[in-house]
């Protein structure tokens, strides 16, 4: 086992808990072992390393290759966005002595996983004087956690009656920041105008305090509510690491670490982390953006004058892709979910998923066999563990990835990930063996 690869993947998970943290680490890290932004050199040549980064939320590593850019790169595709609660723009609000942040989920989320938990805001205030601050609350071991509260099972005979999806509300999903007694009685109008929204005026003086921010800069926010606390190893083996954001975090970071350690080739490689996957992948930092294909153009630009429309194109199709994207474990609590034949399971080594979509393949990704063939044979000469899967049985829903949205270049691509049991959950359960055999399966596909 490396021991080593977990310690630093456990840290990676602490210190990113957002897209912007995550791009954060990954840049230090790429940093650490010799790459520059491509944005700032003139000129590139075989075996410089770059990046290329938009927004501080998603980013592309590029090793440049010996030979010619236009037969194509190996890319490792993953995505760092997670699960999780957004504050609203106009957020802050008191109701009866108890002071609220009105949040939006972000994904597919279970909503009653998310109550009487300890919960974290990680994120940004950005002000109209420039400035952009920075924000952790809840993470460190004497700061104060946030929490959604919930009803007591005494009174909570008409909620137990609601189907799964009913139980909570999204629009209940209000993260408690503060509270103050209620005074029984008011001697004057004054009083009682100084007694309103008492609680979240006490707030509004701590973030001024604090952070030098007011109720409007929240406008221009982007504040996510996250689990606090962090990674820890589970089971009394330690076999598993349980922790907030593994999907799909587990991927990204496994092939980061392989392609900042790995060799350089013939072929360019490429490690592209993206943002808004658990949404559709829109936006400009989602992977049916323009920015993958942007920062292509950019390295070629840099390549000599070798630009052209054409060349970006025969790059882009003659690319080889691993949507590093997770799959879900085989539960055998849960085994009905499961055709068991075709299932991944923890400990079993990377995943690989030859299509995913829903009941019909609707929405899907379907490699080829001549690539996956080709994969199966560079995998065994590296004697890396793998195993074929599905996400569950046919008719119970299914998933996506980034796959489908780099297929359309021409390339081949298949999703490549490891099980994960409770994905979508606040805390989420992988297997250390997956992780190592991820990090393994990333390197050898590189060498292709």
Known sequence: MNDQL??????????GKTERECVRSIIALAER?????????????????????LMDKTIALFMIGTGAFEDGMNILGAHIDSPRLDIKQNPLYEKDCIAYLNTHY????????????????HGVICKTDGTTVHVVIGEDEDDAVLTISDILPHLAQEQMKKNAAEFIHGEDLDVIVGSTAPKKTAASDAEQK????????????????????????????ELEVVPAGTARDCGIDRSCVLAYGQDDRVCAYTSVRALVEADGGTRTQCCLCVDKEEIGSVGATGM????????????LVRLGGQYSDIA?????ANSFMLSSDVNAAYDPLNASLYDKDNASFLGGGLVFNKYTGS?????????????????????DAHGVRYQMAELGKVDQGGGGTIAYLAAKY???????????????????????????EAYNGYRAFLTL
């Not at 970006?312 to 882009?316: D, E, G, Q, T």
């Not at 021409?410 to 992988?430: F, K, R, Y």
């Open 6 to 15: 977990i310690v630093d993947y456990k840290s990676f998970l602490n210190t």
């Open 106 to 121: 972000y994904g597919g989320i279970k909503k009653y996983q998310w109550v009487t938990i300890p919960l974290a805001i």
């Open 288 to 299: 049916g953006s323009r920015f993958f294909e942007n920062a292509v153009a950019e390295i």
């Open 194 to 221: 100084d007694e309103k929204d008492r609680a979240k005026k006490a707030i509004l003086a701590l973030l001024k305090e604090r952070y030098d921010i007011t109720e409007a800069d929240f406008s221009s926010a």
């Open 312 to 316: 970006l194109r025969r790059a882009l």
């Open 359 to 379: 009941r019909g393949k609707y929405s899907a990704s379907d490699a080829n066999p001549e690539f996956i063939a080709r994969l199966r044979a560079v995998m």
């Open 410 to 436: 021409g390339m081949n691509v298949i999703d490549a990930g490891i099980s994960v049991l409770s994905m979508h959950a606040p805390w989420e359960l992988t297997s250390k063996a997956d992780i190592e």
């Open 33 to 53: 072992h010799g790459f520059k932004n491509a944005l700032s050199c003139t000129a590139l040549t075989a075996g410089d390393r770059v990046y290329v980064q």
